[in-house]
């Protein structure tokens, strides 16, 4: 028997089967995330919490954005190579703890992803509709989610360049490169959906377009690009 302490509380967890183990690990920290969220959506909570972290005032329409990514996050799976360090621990140890930190730190990294984003302001002559930002939006997001994992990573190095990665201190190296761009860059999707109207594209291939070329420019300068 091994115990695990959130900020939730303390849970049991049955080690008679190791390999059962990392599914209870997985449901407590699903638990506990889920938990935290749930804190920082009540009431004004969200909203001073990103004043106080971020030091930046969100609009209504910003926080109400923000809101359904971080609803989003709450019903999302966990990511093992995030969370690898809570799962190392309760394995080698009978009684973890594990520190909310582990849980903020991604849920920054969502807020910081909205943060960044230029808010499109509308003309009611312009053509764009509201429907085909938020599929430009949410298909960045899901590609960028993507990217940032090892298998997501390593299928884009071996479709891109036809190289293997499978150096982990190389990987991890790109992986926190690519992140530091994309959670700081801002995005003007006004941009975004101008080249995808002018190239008469469709809104998912279009931003798969676009998303590609800005990894693409990153990974170049550690895989050999390939010539035409």
């Known amino acids: ?23 209870q690990v997985r449901e407590i920290l699903q638990d506990a995330r889920k938990s935290l969220i749930a804190r920082l ?3 004004k909570g969200l909203e001073e919490y990103i004043q106080h972290r ?25 990511n093992l190579e995030r969370y690898r360090s809570a799962f190392q621990q309760v ?18 990294q969502y807020i910081q992803l909205c943060l960044s984003e230029v808010q499109l302001e509308f003309d009611p002559l312009e053509t764009y509709r509201i429907d085909h930002i938020n599929l430009v939006q949410n298909t960045r997001q899901m590609l960028i989610s993507k990217i940032l994992t090892e298998v997501g990573l390593k299928n884009f190095v071996k479709g891109q ?11 991890h190296y790109i ?37 590609k070329r800005e990894v693409i420019e990153i990974l170049d300068k550690h895989f050999e690009p390939l010539k035409d």
């Open 1 to 23: 028997m091994r115990t695990v302490k959130t900020f939730n509380g303390v849970r049991k967890i049955e080690d008679w089967d190791m390999n059962l183990v990392p599914l």
């Open 161 to 171: 360049y036809y190289e293997e990665l499978n150096e982990r201190d190389k990987m």
């Open 175 to 211: 992986i926190d490169e690519l992140r530091d761009y994309f959670f700081t860059k801002r995005t003007d999707y006004g941009q975004m959906l101008h080249f995808i109207e002018v190239n008469h594209l469709d809104v998912i291939e279009g931003s798969k377009q676009l998303f």
């Open 41 to 43: 959506l009540a009431e």
């Open 54 to 78: 971020f030091n930046a005032k969100v609009s209504p329409q910003k926080a109400l954005q923000i809101k359904s990514k971080l609803i989003e996050l709450q019903h999302a799976g966990i």
């Open 91 to 108: 394995l080698e140890k009978e009684n973890s703890h594990i520190d909310s930190a582990i849980f903020f730190a991604e849920i920054d």
